[in-house]
Each structure stands twice: as C-alpha cells, then as structure tokens.
C-alpha cells in the first residue's frame, strides 16, 4: 500500500499532457491559464477624473472660476485651459490640459457659467485624478501561467486588451459503473438489486470543472464486457467504481490488463478508499474508485478533483481547517482516516457510525475530521484539522 501524497504524485504523472488552446473570454471563466499575459495596453491611457465636478486649477480656489466647456467619459474637451477657467467634467473622462485637480460637484456653487467653492475643497493639488498607469502600463506582467480565470482576472485580461485566452483544452472524462447488482436510478430494483449511485456522484463532483464527461453506464460484472468497453474508450481519463477489491467478481484489474493497459499503483494507506487503482490504457490515465459510495466520493475528492484540475493546469489547495472536538476519537491506525463530521457552534462532532456505504451521513456531512496514519488518541477540545466538503 502507498501513502495519500504518494497517489496523489504518481497520479499527475502518469496524466497524458493536455494541450493548449485559444478560447473567447467567456469561455475561459473558471479555467487556468496556460500561458502568462502581459498588459496590451496602459489602464487609464491618459490622466482621468475620478468623480463628477470641475476639472480646474488648484491655485484659482476658491473662486470664482469661469466654466468654458465639458469633458465627458469618451468624449473629452479638445482644449486646454487657462488661469481662472474650469471645465464640467464626469468620472471617467479625460482630464483637460491645463487642468490639475476636481473639485467635486457637491463642493462647487455654480451661477450660469461662473464656479466658486462651496465646502472644504479638494484639499491639496492632484485630488480626484486618477493618473494614466495607474492600474498598469503596455508589457506589464499581469496574469500567471497556472492563474485561476475567476471573474476578476476574466475582467481584467478584457480591460488589458485580451478577446481571448490560452487554457488547456477541455478534459474528456469517461466513467463507468461496474456491479451486475446495479440498475440505474428510479429504475425497479429486484431483490439482489441496488440502484447506481457513484457516477452521478462523480460526474457532480466535477461539474464546474474544464470536462467533458461522457457516462458508459453500467458495466456487468464480467471480465470479457469490461475489456470491451475500456477497448473503445476514448478519454483523456477513464474513471471506474467498483470492482477495485479483491473479491472473485473485483475485475477492473484483469479487465485492464487484458485491454493492453498496465497497472500503476494499486491499494493506498487510506480509510475509506483503501482499494483505488490506477493505470494507463494507451493515452488514457485510468483510475479504478472503490464501489463503496463513501469511498468513492473521498476518492474523487482527495484524488480525481485534484488531477482534473493538475491537468486543466491549475492547482486545488486542500480546505482544511482545525476545529476543537466535539468528543474523544480512538487511535488511528496505518490508514489515513476520513471520518465524516458536522460542525455546530465551532466544535466538530464526528458521525457515530463511519460504514462507507452510508450516503445518509454523508449527505449530512459539513466536513471531513482527517485523522493521520498513527494519529495518538484524541480528547474531547483537543484540536484536529477538518476538510470542508460543503
Ligand atoms: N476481503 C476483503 N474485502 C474487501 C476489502 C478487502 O481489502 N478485503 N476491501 C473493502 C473495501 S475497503 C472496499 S471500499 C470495498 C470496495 O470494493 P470494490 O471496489 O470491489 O467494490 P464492489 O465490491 O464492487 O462494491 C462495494 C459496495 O459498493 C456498492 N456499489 C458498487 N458500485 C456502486 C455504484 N456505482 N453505486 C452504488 N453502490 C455501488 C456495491 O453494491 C457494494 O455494496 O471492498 C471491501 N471488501
Ligand atoms: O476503505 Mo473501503 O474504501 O472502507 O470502503
């Protein structure tokens, strides 16, 4: 058995490299970039006003101060202007020659076309000018390879002169269940029967992420059928659940091989998820989740989400958190343990009962107590790291 971080590093790299592509803004939003940017452009271009009022000269205050014309955002005075003249100006719009400060509108008295302070003033020369580079100027760094595109970056490649972005291409994930007991969801379920829950468990967990998924349904418990169906996959990632243990009918492993595929780690140090293989089958990274659907779900959460993300060029920091307990936990063993938990009035309370086939807990899980290989026993207030699955 290998340990968590040593999966999680043999994962990202047997991943296939995920090329590059140009795409329009809108669809970059949530992607890593794959390339840095620079500044196409300075932000303002020139000197601007920051506030609706008089552009003017700061030694002509108090007044009166003659208004010869108009600067609007867009549509700035062609002139300059001279002791003892103002121009009406907006936010936004270019600050006219001549002009070193803006007095405020609610700070101005204004009769016809002559000015005179009306409150405090500006205060000092320079006031409410937003200088031209204020933001940045033409060939600045702006952006990182390997930057989040949120909302804010989105916003400012557009202002820096960017229509479109690098990022990795879409990652085309396949997932198949396997289990002869399954049948699929609102289906009638016979007596030996269970209803497929772990791929639209997967499929949600990345929902939001670069992919394209597309379901291979249920796969029976048959090496041959398995075979099959991982001979005509084509993905960039392949996820399996069930059939990972070691029970007669656990056949994700032969099945692979037999395809032409080859196993690169199976079994990790970790509770629920023990059973979690990994493999290549030509260009397709595979990986075999346990059937149980806790397992399954820690699984995505500590392995698949990370990778998807590694490979759409980013990197997924984990959301931990120390919370005081709620009450005493046991010794842990060799596997790093998962024990879902809610969180009421700051202290964490574990889940009494941790079988990694119960979704009710799950559902009603807030977070994760992460328990380390060979954790000591803890007591009721000590303090354990927490991973938020909200
Ligand atoms: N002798 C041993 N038995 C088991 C071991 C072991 O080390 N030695 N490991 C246990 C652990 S840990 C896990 S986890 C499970 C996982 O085994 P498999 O990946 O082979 O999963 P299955 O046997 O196929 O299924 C387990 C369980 O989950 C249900 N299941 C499967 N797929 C789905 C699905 N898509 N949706 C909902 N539920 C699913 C399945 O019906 C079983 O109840 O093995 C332990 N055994
Ligand atoms: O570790 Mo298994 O993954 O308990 O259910």
């Given at each position: 058995m290998i340990s968590l971080d040593e999966a999680l590093a043999r994962l990202c790299a047997l991943a296939p490299a995920i090329p590059a592509e140009t795409v329009p803004l809108a669809q970059a939003a949530g992607r890593w970039l794959a390339e840095p940017i620079a500044a196409k452009?300075?932000?303002?271009m020139r000197d601007l006003s920051a506030m609706d009022g008089y552009a003017l000269?700061?030694?002509?205050?108090p007044g009166p101060i003659a208004v010869v014309g108009e600067s609007a955002a867009g549509r700035g005075f062609a002139g300059s202007i001279g002791p003892g003249e103002a121009v009406r100006i907006f936010t936004g719009a270019p600050l006219p020659a001549g002009a070193d400060t803006i007095l405020v509108q609610e700070e101005a008295a204004r009769d016809g076309d002559v000015l005179t302070l009306d409150?405090?003033?500006?205060?000092?020369?320079?006031?409410?000018i937003r200088r031209a580079g204020l933001d940045f100027s033409t060939?600045?760094?702006?952006?990182?390879?390997?930057d989040r595109l949120t909302p804010p970056a989105l916003a400012l490649a557009a202002i820096a002169g960017y229509a479109e972005l690098p990022v990795r291409r879409t990652i085309r994930v396949a997932i198949a269940a396997t289990g002869d007991e399954l049948v699929p969801p609102g289906q009638p379920v016979p007596p030996d029967g269970l209803p497929e829950s772990n791929s639209i468990l997967v499929a949600a967990m990345l929902a939001g992420l670069p992919v394209s998924i597309e379901q291979l349904g249920i796969l029976p418990d048959d090496r041959a059928a398995i075979e099959a169906a991982f001979t005509r996959v084509d993905a960039d990632l392949l996820i399996t659940t069930g059939g990972?243990?070691?029970?007669?009918?656990?056949l994700v492993r032969p099945a692979l091989e037999a395809a032409g595929g080859q196993i690169d780690f199976w079994r990790i140090a970790m509770r629920p998820g023990k059973p979690m293989l990994a493999g290549r089958l030509r260009d397709t990274l595979v990986i075999g989740l346990p059937g149980n659907p806790v397992a399954a779900f820690v699984t995505t959460l500590r392995f698949v989400k990370p990778l998807v993300v590694a490979m759409a060029g980013g990197t997924l920091p984990l959301a931990t958190r120390h919370l005081p307990l709620a009450g005493p936990l046991p010794a842990n063993d060799h596997r790093a343990d998962h024990l879902r938990a809610t969180i009421q009035g700051g202290i964490v309370y574990s889940a009494g009962r941790q079988d990694s086939s119960m979704l009710r807990t799950l559902a009603h899980s807030d977070c994760m107590i992460l328990r380390a290989p060979h954790a000591p026993a803890a007591l009721a207030g000590d303090s354990v790291e927490v991973l938020m699955i909200g």
């Open positions: 452009r300075t932000q303002p000269r700061f030694a002509d205050l409150g405090g003033g500006p205060g000092s020369v320079g006031r409410h060939g600045e760094a702006l952006l990182a390879a390997g990972a243990s070691v029970g007669d009918h656990d």
